[in-house]
């Protein structure tokens, strides 16, 4: 079974913090994506990553910086916590067939971000 | 705005009747579907895929059928368990061929059983 881990299930930060959201993949996926999960606004994307070192711009990106350095683990940073920034983060990675759309996303079970 | 979207925000339905979740979406250039699960506390989980060369798929106990005259995906439910019970979300894929597929979720529909 694909396995997406997140380092934390629970995090209380305050404004101005520098926060990292740790994320692990061990199925050799290439993509991996972070969201943010919000009432009334569904899933929304924020970074995603095709390769090593590669990443690409989501629809709310502003705020938000991403590292990913090896294969299996993508980081998300908030430079400057913000309230506006407490939410639900989850990770997901796919493996991408080049003969096929995509594949399915495997998501991690979330990390619930407060910034007082 | 968001391109997908659900009809309802929550269905209340009996045990043991059968589920149709519903869902709309603007974008008639995309070409691959999914039907998320989620628990309370937990992260969303596959639960089907159809792509845009097919009308209907069924796997165990939900069916997906996508009318793209309408622009419309729907997911049934049969026989409704307790199990059942969580948010339920489309996501839809415009695939143009390069880099990573980022998926655009709907809203969620809270699914909720009634004993």
């Known amino acids: 079974d694909v396995k997406v881990t997140q380092s934390s299930r629970y995090l209380v930060k305050r404004t101005g913090e520098k926060v990292f959201l740790e994320c692990v993949q061990d199925m050799d996926h290439e993509n991996m994506f972070w969201y943010r999960q919000d009432p009334g606004l569904g899933l929304r994307l924020i970074y995603f990553?095709?390769?090593?070192?590669?990443?690409e711009k989501g629809d709310i990106p502003e705020g938000y910086s991403v590292s990913r350095e090896k294969k299996e683990r993508f980081s998300l940073i908030l430079e400057s916590a913000s309230t506006n920034q407490t939410s639900m983060y989850l990770c997901a990675s796919s493996k991408h067939l080049s003969t096929e759309p995509t594949d399915t996303q495997y998501f991690g079970p979330g990390t619930r971000l407060t910034v007082l | 705005g968001e391109s997908v979207g659900l009809h309802l925000p929550t269905l209340s339905v009996q045990e043991g009747d059968n589920s149709i979740i519903n869902c709309a979406y603007s974008?008639?250039?995309?070409?691959?579907f999914i039907w998320y699960k989620q628990e309370s506390g937990k992260g969303p989980q596959f639960i089907i895929d159809i792509r845009s060369n097919m009308d209907k798929r069924q796997g165990q106990r939900v069916t997906v059928l996508l009318n793209k005259t309408v622009k419309h995906l729907s997911l049934q439910i049969a026989a409704t368990q307790p199990g059942d019970s969580a948010v339920y979300f489309c996501a839809e894929l415009n695939d143009d061929g390069g880099g990573a597929d980022g998926l655009t979720f709907g809203k969620g529909t809270h699914l909720i059983i009634q004993p």
């Open positions: 990553s095709y390769d090593v070192k590669m990443k």
């Open positions: 974008n008639s250039a995309s070409d691959y």
